[in-house]
């Protein structure tokens, strides 16, 4: 059974860190490509960081550009989320999916594409506040 399982949510005060995890199992984790996405309250999912099966390429929304790293163990079947300079406008519940195609994060527009993904996990929350 092909599952993704998000941690590392909590809260957390402006300016903090915080490093989210996903786990997978059940498929072959070194061939997928990984997103990430987060859903605010009141708001629509938007993507945040995609990273392709081998690592080598990533992609991040211009709101987190600079301020958060996406990288991946394909050793222990993780994708680690880094968040660092996190603000109020941050919180959110973040999720990790899977994309069948290995590369996806290299093409334009398509990393950050939630319509194509196949595969969520729950989701994992962030609350970012004093």
């Known amino acids: 059974q092909l599952q993704l399982v998000e941690s590392g949510g909590g809260l957390v005060q402006p300016g903090g860190s915080l490093r989210l995890s996903c786990v997978g199992s059940g498929f072959d984790f070194y061939s997928a490509a990984i997103g990430w996405f987060r859903q605010a309250p009141g708001k629509e999912r938007e993507g945040v960081s995609c990273?392709?099966?081998?690592?080598?390429?990533?992609t991040y929304a211009a709101s987190v550009k600079g301020r958060f790293t996406i990288s991946r163990d394909n050793a222990k079947n993780t994708v680690y989320l880094q968040m660092n300079s996190l603000n109020p406008e941050d919180t959110a519940v973040y999720y990790c999916?899977?994309?069948?195609?290995?590369?996806?994060?290299?093409?334009?527009?398509?990393?950050?594409?939630?319509?194509?993904?196949?595969?969520w996990g729950l989701g994992t929350q962030v609350t970012v506040s004093s």
């Open positions: 990273i392709t099966s081998s690592g080598v390429t990533t």
């Open positions: 999916a899977r994309h069948p195609f290995p590369g996806v994060c290299s093409l334009p527009n398509k990393g950050l594409d939630q319509s194509t993904y196949d595969y």
